[in-house]
């Protein structure tokens, strides 16, 4: 027993260390798995509890490629993943001159979409009053399967933001496998307001920057810029507040698509 009372001592040493550094709370329960509600805070600072990975320059980790994945055609194609807001409020006349904020951004997603080579790989995912989803998945050879789902999208329900970046980011990460980790991906989102409730899209907005280098462009439609996916420095966002400045905020995400060069991926 004398032999193991340095051992003993020593253990009740940490401890009592250990508790005055992580004091446990004796007002309730522990916590959950169940995050708590983010602040505002939290919000605008998602992004930086974590490197992003586009900073990380050894970090090859994105995407995980398997023997067995197909290889796409063009490695070095471009990708646009268009995620529209089909919320019930897109049926508003605000911001719109006259017509719905639905049929403004209806507009502006097609001169974008007509406005991208043919050797573009674009894809289309919506919430409306039918559902949430992919429409047309990415691909070269779709404008007109691109441009039919576009016209039936119905404004209604809510914003479930949540899963329409995380959705948006594993369409990425597929084409990035088939590509082979060579080319550009862009999630590009026009919305009118924030995430309804439950469906934050915080979490899933840090999973895209801290383990990927898709870029996230963003445009706040008929509201201001204090949004979680307006990350400064790390995403891309303007706010547009009317149908001409909607329509430059798009042109933009062309104009902030960096040149590819294959120097960026020397290691």
Known sequence: MKKMF???ALVIAAIIIFDKVNPISDSGPAPTS???TPTTADANN???VAEPYALRAADYSWPVIQSNDRIA???LAKNYYLIIDGSG???ETECSQGSTKMAVAKSAFQLFMEQLSVDTNIGLYAFDNR???QLVALGQNNRQQLLSALSQITPGGGTPLSYSIADGMQALSLQAQAQLGYGEYHLVVITDGNASS???PEPAIKDILTHTPINIHT???CIDDQHPLNQPGLTFYRSANDPDSLQAGLQAVLAEAPDFTLTAFDQ
Do not use: D, T
């Open 6 to 8: 340095p051992y003993v």
């Open 34 to 36: 169940k995050p708590s």
């Open 131 to 133: 559902g949430i989803g």
């Open 89 to 91: 409020s897109m049926l």
């Open 73 to 75: 055609p063009s490695l």
């Open 198 to 200: 439950g469906y934050s």
């Open 46 to 48: 998602v992004a930086m």
């Open 219 to 221: 445009i706040g439609f």
